[in-house]
């Protein structure tokens, strides 16, 4: 598969592994079991932004660019976002451990692992060996309306005030 491009319908065969934001999960301490998110068929009846960055809690992903999905979800949801889907090469764990860290506890916005790098290597936006690219895709309803891979450095295609407008 190449990159994705706006009209193409979002590719049937992706999964990230996940674990489930639930009151026994909530403190830091409880790890939870990590789970398969059936991303395909979960975004055929949703509008969805998915959000790649190249590890987590690092300093562009943790200070520039996760914020302001977190700071604009109700602009967000006003647009009809149903989910934002935050991804990185970590595993479930650390995807989790990192939206408890921006205390996230919903399910409107959800950490998850794009294992092995596995969907990000099938549309060619690496940011080098073990490393996702930086870049947003919205999905609405099974298909691509935006994605866009940030050219190197910085955020200026795939931040939540890039996104916004395109909704």
């Known amino acids: 598969m190449s990159a994705l491009k706006v009209g193409d319908s979002f590719p049937e065969d992706v999964i990230f592994g996940w674990v489930r934001p639930s009151p026994e999960t909530a403190d830091f301490e ?3 079991v990590p789970t398969k998110f059936p991303a395909s068929s979960q975004f055929r009846n949703k509008k969805v932004v998915i959000v790649s960055v190249p590890g987590a809690f690092t300093p562009t992903c943790s200070a520039n660019h996760i914020p302001g999905f977190i700071k604009k979800t109700a602009e ?3 647009k009809g ?3 934002v889907v935050v991804i990185a090469c970590n ?3 650390v995807m989790s451990a990192w939206g408890k860290a921006n205390k996230i506890h919903d ?9 092995d790098c596995k969907f990000s290597k099938s549309i060619g936006w690496m940011a080098g060996p073990g490393r996702t ?5 919205v999905v609405d ?4 309306t935006y994605a866009e891979l940030e050219p ?6 795939s931040g939540a005030d890039e996104i916004l407008p395109k909704l």
Request: hydrophobic share 45%; with cysteine.
């Open 91 to 93: 595993d479930a764990w």
């Open 152 to 157: 190197a450095g910085g955020v200026t295609v």
């Open 81 to 83: 976002v149903d989910q």
């Open 107 to 115: 399910e409107f916005i959800i950490f998850a692992s794009d294992e």
């Open 76 to 78: 967000l949801k006003a």
């Open 141 to 144: 309803h099974g298909k691509v």
């Open 30 to 32: 409880a790890c939870g």
């Open 133 to 137: 690219g930086r870049y947003a895709i």
